[in-house]
DNA sequence: AAGATATGATATACAGTGTACCATAAAAGA
DNA sequence: TCTTTTATGGTACACTGTATATCATATCTT
């Protein structure tokens, strides 16, 4: 594993799926690409990917840890101001996040990693949440649609909004318009307020 | 166009691929496997479709006339009383939709049909819209993405709530849920409550 | 320097798409 | 009913892309 021809085989190859992104969509990336972009032997690629969605999983996993010690620098630990941070990390991975949307098996990866992630902060939340007829899985849920949704279109607008304007978008939309609805908490008195 | 031989054939394909929908992924469904389930020659599938995605194409068109005529029953046109019949029409449909949803390309088809028409509700209720911070296609996006989300849920959970659980949820999640950020009327003087 | 191993190149098998061709069956029209 | 038209079945073939096997060579580790 620490041989530097493998290092560099997989090194030429993650860069060369990653520059193929921007120029193609993800679905018609072949191995054959691949090799001819990182100039490498065909046969090779098999010598240590099974597929390109295992090589775009290598990216991907990356990606997700990235993303991650991202959100994190706001050590508030709240919603909403995750949103800009979020919008933040989106910008500069715009080809990145455009080709895992365009993926059905990685734009479902990513649901289920971003869904973790908020249900967590709907049971941090757990004791302001008092709708019975909202189960709490599909509120995750519900955010989760909302957040992706927002992005999505984010990504696609050719004259987006600014990363601020998104943060202000996301907090209204999302955070306050889903709250609202699940929420015990006088809306003068919401866990974000405090 | 009114050739028997051609409308057999066309139906025989058309069945084929709904059938084997039920049996596997529409991503893996092959030309042969389905001249071989309609018992017709290999060929003859290309006298008829470019692909499975031009015959699947067909199959969507009809599914799409189908829900539009099925939501239209509700005469009073109001959102909230469409979230039943939408849902009746999945439970009716359950095996079509998870094949949709499965698809990238038909779920973004079947997500540029629905956001006209939510685009439609909105514009008809635009007087009672006042954020000036959510511009109207990022509303109509969120109501979608929402939408679709619910759906989505719905479909793939093993012991799914009923229709009327769901319209309830819906009613409650998206409809107030979205329509309380945007709207400048009066909680209790909100359109669906005239 | 010697042994281990990753690579490049090539051949091969395989699955699936798409086209061409022709004999035959079935339909449409008189 | 007879004739003409056309759709179908079957087959052969070219093409793309995946995946494996093999072997000489280059490169790395120790």
Do not use: C
């Not at 990336?29 to 972009?37: E, H, N, Q, S, Y």
């Not at 004791?127 to 519900?142: F, G, L, N």
């Not at 992005?151 to 600014?162: A, G, K």
């Amino acid at each position: 594993m620490t041989d530097r021809r493998v290092k560099r085989t997989r090194r030429l190859l993650k860069a060369a799926l990653v520059e193929l992104l921007s120029e193609q969509a993800y679905e018609s990336v072949t191995i054959r690409d691949l090799t001819d972009r990182a100039d490498i032997g065909y046969a090779t690629f098999f010598r240590h990917y099974d597929s390109v969605n295992d090589l775009m999983l290598e990216i991907f996993t990356e990606f997700i840890q990235d993303l991650e010690t991202y959100t994190d620098r706001t050590d508030e630990g709240y919603f909403e101001r995750e949103g800009t941070s979020l919008f933040e990390h989106v910008e500069e991975n715009r080809t990145l996040y455009r080709s895992i949307f365009e993926s059905h098996t990685f734009s479902k990866k990513f649901r289920e990693h971003f869904e973790a992630l908020v249900r967590g902060h709907l049971d941090d939340r757990s004791k302001y949440i008092s709708s019975k007829e909202v189960p709490i899985d599909v509120a995750a849920q519900h955010m989760v649609s909302s957040i992706l949704g927002l992005v999505n279109w984010w990504l696609m607008e050719n004259t987006p909004p600014s990363v601020q304007q998104m943060g202000k978008i996301y907090e209204l939309l999302i955070i306050k318009g889903t709250w609202q609805t699940l929420s015990s908490a006088n809306p003068t008195n919401l866990p974000w307020e405090v």
